[in-house]
């Protein structure tokens, strides 16, 4: 849970991923557009860190150059102690084992026309670790373990709701016996009355196999659920960084307490009486972000400072990272 | 204009499709009312039926609709008796209009977001290009949007100033009542609670009623007087907002509470298990049934509606 009694799995250092912009016949580099601008973080073996922002923040992004699925402009990504930047070729397929994605949409990250045995296969067939009729009796266990029947195998994805579908992208994730789990907005896509049934699925997974998530989320109140800690990310930066409980009591960034205040609670009597601030404006572009600190021309507090220097990411209390000029 | 008790009435209204696979019951037989400067929020998971119900009222019908029938009164006047033409002169967009689910991504790429707000009342107010910008620029001070955006694209804009966009081309002709199809629900949190504010801003403002339909429950509580919950294509609990979000009375409606995840609460969010049943052959009795934690021998026959200090609950636990 805290940073004295557990081993790092995963160590990223001033990661940036930058996406060129080509404008005119010669096609010259003009700009580019910088999705994920310079993060460092841990993550813990076997803990669950959240990773929250607005869309277009980065964090899908984040997630992808994690996994090698981007070749990061620069930075450094250290899996199990192994730098994944300087991997190459065969050791890199065989890392990527160990590390696995479940996606956003349960409704399009299916290929409609495999069959589920197919899709929850195809890794095992990818990565040569089982053949022939071997291959059947993971996919069989595999399902099983997503409470899913077995039966379901021969079955097409159209067939399932999204809860279902959900749950074999899930199974199709675990069947390479990952450590490392990236998951991206697994449940926004999900009515509310099932979300609460994946997430208990993923938390009984995690305990079973000793998985270790990176959860990536917009939706504040789930995040809170499931993560240990939570990680708060705005136009590619991260803002803080903070065991949950203590993110949650004590916010310190103005951009954390103002999405704190945002999220609506589904009673009008509590509602009305809480104290909210509403940012206005938009999320700069990525390409063209403001100089000094990335929140200051939304932030309420902002002082002549922060438009001059980039707030240093820190550790203002054991544990509660924080990137911003005007926090002691 | 007399003023009628309220300002839109609902009375048993039915719409099925027709499929290969048979007849989608997707709408079957809704009640409800709503007064005047009231927003009532309609809420069920997807596939309940309730954008089919957004449809049904605003008579936007595909081609396969095997039955309509039932009566929309609005201010007095009962709209299914008018023919296509007079619905399309009299009531849509005069009388009520529409924001669409996914609005933001609904506006036309290649017209001036001014162009498109200003155009429904060039078709239904029978205002020329350059007086329907007037209304238009109005409707923009009124959502938030500034003035010189008018000569913008699409494309230009934000999500959620593509939103405002959409809610301004529903104010243009001033109708008494807005259908909202899932208004927030593509945008982030912070985008979403200015939007609801612009919402609440413009029901204090001019008056308007809203019927907002969402799978969102914590966002809606935001802007809802009186909810209806909706299951597998009926109304299973009306009520007003306040008792409702302490109080739900209808099993689904309380297992739907319970499954929202909250920022500040310890214990973790409840989910119901199972899927709601196929509208092509609902089955009999009630509907929620195969689901419902509370079920007993009588929920095998159709479930009355009983009316309980002003709220009305489906069920047969309060028989």
Same mark, same amino acid.
């Given at each position: 849970m805290n940073a004295n009694n557990n081993e790092v799995l995963l160590r990223v250092e001033d990661l940036k991923m930058h996406f060129p912009i080509y404008r005119g016949v010669f096609q010259r580099q003009v700009g580019a557009v910088r999705a994920v601008d310079g993060i460092t973080f841990d993550v813990y073996r076997g803990e669950t860190l959240g990773l929250v922002g607005e869309s277009g923040c980065g964090k899908s992004t984040a997630g992808r150059t994690i996994l090698q699925l981007y070749k990061p402009t620069s930075g450094n990504v250290h899996f199990e102690g192994v730098d994944l930047v300087r991997l190459k070729g065969e050791e890199m397929r065989r890392m990527r084992r160990k590390m696995q994605m479940i996606f956003q949409d349960p409704y399009a990250s #299916?290929? @409609?026309?495999?069959?589920v045995g197919q899709l929850v296969g195809e890794p095992l067939m990818v990565h040569n670790v089982a053949s022939g009729a071997e291959i059947a009796e993971r996919v069989a266990h595999l399902l099983e373990v997503v409470n899913l029947n077995p039966a379901f195998a021969t079955r097409y994805p159209h067939e399932f709701s999204g809860g279902q579908r959900q749950r074999i992208g899930v199974a199709r994730a675990l069947a390479l016996n990952p450590s490392f789990i990236i998951c991206?907005? @697994?449940?926004?896509? #999900?009515?509310v009355s099932i979300q609460a049934q994946v997430v208990n699925l993923l938390e009984d997974l995690q305990e079973q196999f000793n998985l270790t998530y990176l959860f990536i989320a917009h939706d504040l109140s789930m995040v809170r659920h499931i993560s240990k800690r939570v990680a708060v990310m705005y136009l590619g930066v991260f803002v803080e960084l903070a065991d949950r409980d203590e993110l949650y009591a004590n916010p310190l960034h103005p951009y954390t307490q103002a999405l704190l205040s945002a999220v609506p609670i589904p009673d009008p009597i509590a509602d009305a009486k809480r104290k909210r601030t509403i940012l206005e404006g938009d999320v700069p572009s990525p390409a063209n972000p403001p100089s000094g600190c990335r929140f200051r021309t939304r932030c309420p507090i902002a002082q002549p400072q922060c438009a001059e220097s980039r707030p240093e990411f820190r550790e203002?209390? @054991?544990g509660h990272f924080v990137a911003c000029h005007l926090v002691n | 204009m007399s003023k009628h008790e309220k300002l839109l009435q609902i009375k048993n209204l039915t719409l099925h499709f027709r499929t290969q696979k048979g007849d989608v019951q997707a709408v079957d037989g809704v009640d409800f009312e709503l007064d005047y400067n009231r927003a009532v929020v309609i809420l069920g998971e997807s596939g309940c039926g309730k954008s089919s119900l957004a449809k049904a009222i605003l008579r936007l019908l595909p081609r396969n609709v095997s039955k309509y029938s039932g009566s929309i009164i609005f201010e007095g006047n009962d709209v299914m008796q008018l023919s296509d033409e007079e619905y399309r002169q009299n009531v849509r967009w005069v009388a009520m209009s529409l924001v669409p689910q996914a609005a933001m991504n609904a506006l036309n790429p290649v017209i001036r977001v001014g162009d498109q707000v200003a155009e429904p009342a060039v078709v239904h107010l029978g205002l020329s290009k350059t007086e329907a910008l007037q209304p238009a620029l109005k409707m923009f001070r009124h959502v938030g949007v500034p003035d010189d955006f008018i000569d913008r694209y699409p494309f230009e804009l934000s999500g959620g100033m593509r939103q405002r966009v959409a809610i301004a081309m529903a104010l243009v002709t001033s109708p008494g009542l807005i259908i909202l199809d899932e208004p927030t629900s593509a945008l982030d949190v912070l985008t979403q609670a200015n939007i609801f504010n612009v919402l609440k801003r413009i029901k204090q403002e001019l008056g308007t009623s809203f019927i907002l339909i969402t799978h969102d429950i914590a966002t809606s509580s935001e802007l809802a007087d009186d909810v209806a919950v909706m299951y597998a294509g009926q109304i299973v609990e009306v009520s007003d907002a306040r008792r409702f979000f302490i109080e739900p009375l209808h099993p689904y409606s309380q297992k739907l509470m319970a499954s929202v995840p909250r920022l500040r609460q310890e214990h973790d969010p409840d989910f119901i298990t199972g899927q709601p049943p196929s509208l092509l052959n609902p089955p009999k009795g009630c509907r929620f049934a195969a689901r419902c934690p509370k079920r007993f021998e009588k929920c095998s026959e159709e479930p009355p509606v009983i009316e309980q200090d002003g709220r009305k609950v489906k069920c047969w636990l309060y028989a």
């Open positions: #299916l290929n @409609p026309r495999m069959t991206d907005e @697994p449940i926004s896509a #999900l009515d203002v209390q @054991p | -």
